[in-house]
């Protein structure tokens, strides 16, 4: 009996955004089956696509709304016999893409990488009979007994707080025999299986109270990782021992690299994969491959979160609020909103980890849909804000570092390394004429110069581009000051400050993942800050008023997330100082009560009508496509729309405007808002002038923009 192919097409145009049918020839019949790689015609046959099938039916098994007078075109060419585009992702991808607007091609661009030769030759040749090695359960630690445990093994969901310092994670002890019994685990810091009147967070010896204490320098028994990373690979192990896989995504590099320390404990290396933008795409497909064959567990950042898995038990994010997690290409799903469409599809447990909660998971726990979860009798970090010290040191204590944070620092940088998180990299944050003060700016893009290194020549921000020579155009004077304080300059003042002491720099340009624990001081950016064996003597945050002081509608999470971050890279009893900064934010970081500024804060923009107490759709492009898209949405529940205003965009005359509707109604507004984007497409002609470039899109639709409002 014929048999005929559902393909999705590999295309960006919306237009062409559903299931094309094509007849199967008889000598790919065996190997086409769902997920491979397929060439397909378009038209008339001139032109060759490539595609995946997503199905295979006889040719009697079409329901009528398929059904086509015609002759079905035939698949011109199969790719590979390979099937790449597991079933599940493929679910994924189409709901992900309707709920943004968007063409699922463009989420498959992410989920499945570009054809790999070996490693496919490498799958087809495996053995079939292979059996990886088993994973033994393991407790999670730091929580109530088998807390975390329950909620994986229930399917459930659960908004985690991470224990904020790191932990020695030790493999589990082998069964105890008559032998053996009386010492199994009598020179482990971290006993994997403490019952519940031990220590749940494990993280070392208990600090005496008198101020700073020695940092661990090795770790015989164990490997040194952050309290997130080992929650995360325990969960993981307890996940995998059931033979089911887990996705756990992490923003960046240094935490993928924290969370595959931790898992390598607990796990064979046969079953931990990667998915992130360091490997090749190589290493990606063979990743591909080996979670399609048996269940492992998936690691990575964004890409992380659409790995396969037929048997998915767990997804897990570290830190959902960091913006790397938002995608930055078409059609800009974040990698929350890919975790809770999986989790509805799959029925598998979610945890959201963080030390700050943001302000959307906040949401979905007043909403009963998340359950909370808090480390049981861990030391929380012992926060100073100088803001709200009573001393006698008068100006003293209006400096960038306060009299109290220096004696502190000086006394914990005797045992161990102090870190200083500055919001700023470089030499200072700006140059100024040293004349008339004006603000120094590049004579190529008009961007703010800066100074990378002391004496350096002063460069762009924006450009790069080099201002040698550069004279004031208000005084004429040819020198310039730095003003603020860069990481580089901060080092350079805390080197004179501490003599005979190591001064490490961290930042985007000099990344530096982990320091040895002896006497140091560290100098990081926010979020470039190293690790340490056993957690750092002791934390400084400075710059809190300068980063607070940008403009969005994240700042405030975003600040608190930051510094929690740093703080929990001290070792228990560490003192942390948070320099120039009261109020709320400060209560709660002193209380370790991070959920309340997410509560505050979800508050004030439920009464203010904005994102993530509703969604938001931002429309960009022509006058008269957005006001028509703003028309078609009719009666639709949508709040009051704001705009549409000008925008700078290479394209004249472009303008946004920003819709805002309850989540109850975004399937209606997404289907509409694509269905105009299709008409725009559709009618687009080539540009003038001989060329077949295309004119820009009409109408461009962004739904759920982390920061709507930063550019309108």
């Known amino acids: 009996m014929a048999t005929v192919a559902r393909v999705v097409l590999d295309s960006p145009l919306p237009q062409l955004d559903r299931l094309f049918d094509y007849r199967v020839p008889a000598e790919f019949e065996d190997d086409c089956v769902p997920g491979v790689r397929v060439k397909v015609p378009l038209r ?33 060419e199969l790719v590979s016999p390979v099937p790449v585009l597991a079933p599940e992702v493929w679910r994924l991808a189409r709901a992900v893409a309707d709920r943004a607007a968007g063409v699922a091609s463009d989420v498959l661009r992410l989920a499945v990488p570009t054809r790999q030769v070996r490693p496919e030759k490498a799958w087809l040749e495996r053995d079939p009979e292979h059996v990886p090695p088993a994973v033994e359960a393991v407790p999670v630690t730091g929580y109530a007994d088998g807390a975390l445990e329950a909620v994986i093994d229930a399917g459930g969901r659960a908004a985690v707080s991470a224990v904020p310092h790191p932990v020695l994670l030790a493999a589990p002890a082998p069964a105890p025999t008559p032998a053996t019994a009386p010492n199994v685990g009598a020179d482990v810091d971290v006993d994997a299986d403490a019952g519940a009147d031990a220590d749940p967070t494990a993280d070392g010896p208990a600090p005496a109270d008198g101020g700073p204490q020695p940092v661990a320098a090795d770790a015989p028994d164990g490997v040194w990782v952050p309290g997130w990373a080992a929650t995360l690979a325990q969960a993981a192990a307890h996940t995998l021992a059931g033979e089911r896989s887990a996705v756990l995504a992490v923003p960046d590099f240094r935490d993928v690299a924290d969370l595959e320390r931790a898992l390598h404990v607990l796990v064979p290396p046969e079953r931990v994969v990667r998915f992130d933008a360091k490997q090749t795409n190589g290493q990606r497909a063979r990743a591909l491959l080996t979670a399609r064959t048996h269940p492992v567990v998936a690691i990575g950042s964004r890409a992380a979160v659409y790995a396969p898995a037929a048997e998915l038990g767990l997804i897990a994010l570290w830190d959902d609020g960091d913006p790397s997690f938002a995608e930055q290409r078409a059609p800009y799903v974040h990698t929350r909103d890919v975790a809770l469409v999986r989790t509805a599809q799959s029925g598998a447990a979610l945890l959201m980890l963080s030390h700050a909660r943001s302000t959307d998971v906040q949401r979905l726990v007043e909403l009963g849909w998340l359950q909370e979860l808090t480390p049981h009798r861990v030391r929380v970090p012992k926060v100073v804000p100088t803001a709200h010290q009573t001393n006698a040191d008068g100006y003293a204590a209006q400096a960038r570092i306060p009299s109290s944070a220096w004696r502190a620092a000086r006394e914990a940088s005797r045992e161990g390394p102090v870190l200083v998180q500055v919001s700023n990299p470089g030499f200072g944050t700006g140059l100024v004429c040293s004349e008339c003060g004006e603000r120094a700016h590049c004579r190529v893009c008009g961007g703010p110069l800066g100074s990378p290194h002391a004496g350096s020549t002063p460069q762009c921000r924006f450009c790069g581009s080099l201002a040698a020579g550069y004279r004031c155009p208000t005084c004429g004077n040819g020198t310039l000051k730095p003003v603020g304080q860069g990481a580089q300059r901060t080092a ?24 040895p624990a002896r006497p140091a001081v560290v100098v990081a950016t926010r979020g470039a800050e190293p690790d340490v064996a056993g957690g750092y003597a002791c934390v400084l945050l400075l710059d809190g008023e300068r980063m607070l002081a940008r403009e969005g509608l994240r700042v405030q999470e975003d600040v608190l997330r930051v510094w929690a971050n740093a703080a929990a890279k001290g070792a228990p009893g560490a003192p942390v100082y948070l320099v120039g900064i009261g109020g709320k934010l400060a209560n709660a970081m002193a209380l370790w009560r991070l959920d309340l500024p997410a509560h505050d804060e979800l508050t004030d923009r439920r009464e203010l009508f904005f994102p993530p107490a509703v969604r938001v759709a931002t429309l960009t492009g022509t006058d008269e496509a957005v006001t028509g898209a703003v028309e078609a949405l009719g009666d639709a529940p949508v709040g009051p729309v704001l705009g549409p205003v000008p925008v700078e965009d290479p394209t004249p005359g472009t303008v946004r405007a920003i819709v805002r509707f309850p989540y109850g109604h975004g399937a209606e507004v997404a289907a509409t808002l694509k269905a105009e984007v299709i008409r725009r497409s559709s009618t687009r002609r080539v540009v003038a002038g001989g060329t077949k470039r295309r004119a820009a899109p009409a109408l461009r639709v962004r739904m759920d923009d982390a920061e709507p409002f930063s550019e309108v």
Request: aromatic content about 6%; proline content about 9%; charged content about 30%.
């Open 44 to 76: 008339s046959g001139a032109r060759m696509t490539d595609a995946y099938v997503v199905e295979v039916v006889p040719d009697d098994a079409l329901s009528p709304e398929h059904d086509f007078p015609g002759e079905l075109s035939v698949i011109e």
């Open 492 to 515: 350079d003042e805390l080197g004179r400050a501490f003599p005979n002491t190591r001064i490490v720099v961290a930042d985007g340009s000099r990344p530096i993942d982990e320091v």
